[in-house]
T-cell receptor
Framework: DSGVTQTPKHLITATGQRVTLRCSPR?????VYWYQQSLDQGLQFLIQ???????AKGNILERFSAQQFPDLHSELNLSSLELGDSALYFC????????????FGQGTRLTVV | AQSVTQLGSHVSVSEGALVLLRCNYS??????LFWYVQYPNQGLQLLLK??????LVKGINGFEAEFKKSETSFHLTKPSAHMSDAAEYFC????????????FGSGTQLTVLP
């Protein structure tokens, strides 16, 4: 158990819908990272938050957004869902903002039908 | 730009045999390098990391990797495979001083045969 909690574990939704994925980082970790794992794109970095502020942005679509709340949990919002958004979404957390080990959650498997 | 290439999307070895999973990177500056393991329906677990200290890095579960700058490689090895090693393995690279924007390879699925 990495200490990073993601909910829900599985999510099935229809195209055009909006979903929210939640991540609770390890106790004491200030950074949260979101990654997408899909069959065609592999593992891709989406976005990072550090202590409530966006720190880095990767290959994140405009339909996707994230935030980190004062209690340090984070949410990834996916809207206008398409079939191609079906993937495993991972959250990771680390103590610092860079070059410190990141611990991954077990992921949320999103299926868009 | 940095990228990671993992040679062989599937590798099969017999139990007790040597495990060798290949990873090559391309980066404009010497990067930090990582190997992660993903068991079925699990998240990613860090096996080991290279951050410009010793070139031979020892990780968990008997795995180790050697950073070879001349070959731009960071291959993962284990002398004797165990059935429990069956999983998917990812090599990743990160530029020093950057936020943790790991760039992952496409992964290698390791099968261990009895």
């Amino acid at each position: 158990d990495s200490g990073v909690t993601q909910t829900p574990k599985h999510l099935i939704t229809a195209t055009g819908q909006r979903v929210t994925l939640r991540c609770s980082p390890r106790s004491g970790d200030l950074s949260v990272y979101w990654y997408q794992q899909s069959l065609d794109q592999g593992l891709q970095f989406l976005i990072q938050y550090y202590n409530g502020e966006e720190r880095a942005k990767g290959n994140i679509l405009e339909r996707f957004s994230a935030q980190q709340f004062p209690d340090l949990h984070s949410e990834l919002n996916l809207s206008s869902l398409e079939l191609g958004d079906s993937a495993l979404y991972f959250c990771a957390s680390s103590v610092g903002s860079m070059n410190t080990e990141a611990f991954f959650g077990q992921g949320t498997r999103l299926t868009v039908v | 730009a940095q990228s990671v290439t993992q040679l062989g999307s599937h590798v099969s070895v017999s139990e007790g045999a040597l495990v060798l999973l290949r990873c090559n990177y391309s980066s404009s500056v010497p990067p930090y390098l990582f190997w992660y393991v993903q068991y079925p329906n699990q998240g990613l677990q860090l096996l080991l990391k290279y951050t410009s200290a010793a070139t031979l890095v020892k990780g968990i579960n008997g795995f180790e990797a050697e950073f070879k700058k001349s070959e731009t490689s960071f291959h993962l090895t284990k002398p004797s495979a165990h059935m429990s090693d069956a999983a998917e393995y990812f090599c990743a690279v990160e530029l020093p001083g950057s936020a943790r924007q790991l760039t992952f390879g496409s992964g290698t699925q390791l099968t261990v045969l009895p």
